[in-house]
């Protein structure tokens, strides 16, 4: 399940995604996702193998790899995670560690244009001859 994991996810890094620091960037960044689900899978399965509810937590994880734009698929993995921690708050509160604080975000925007937003709830423009029309209705 990880290896099609690891697959799916070096394939989408493997599209051309802007110059080659904004590749190198997102590289970085799918590479600690992938690391943080493969320590939070690790940690769930501990102790579960062969079990029903680890049979059905891999098939969805397997959904969303196969299909990761479905909506669907996606959702039924948050029920599946969701089941297990609600059923194990220990569990639950080992995965919380595991998981960055807000406090931990760290933002970093290099080369010509390069914006860094946390949150954002409007437009972001670097182009200097951008023109940016709102309109609420």
């Keep these: 399940m990880i290896r099609l994991l690891r697959a799916k996810i070096s394939s989408w890094r493997s599209r051309d995604v802007g110059p080659r620091d904004q590749r190198g960037a997102t590289d ?20 579960r193998e062969g079990s029903a509810e680890l049979e059905r937590l891999d098939r969805a994880v397997e959904e969303v790899a196969e299909t990761p734009g479905d909506e669907d698929f996606r959702a039924a993995l948050r029920a599946q995670f969701k089941r297990l921690l609600l059923a194990d708050p220990e569990l639950a509160a080992e995965i919380a560690q595991l998981l960055p604080s807000r406090s931990e975000v760290h933002l970093t925007a290099s080369g010509e244009g390069s914006i860094a937003v946390q949150n954002n709830s409007g437009v972001v423009s670097s182009g200097g001859d951008a023109r940016i029309q709102w309109r609420t209705t």
């Design 28 to 47: 970085a960044g799918a590479d600690a996702t992938v690391g943080l689900g493969q320590r939070i899978l690790q940690r769930i399965r501990s102790g």
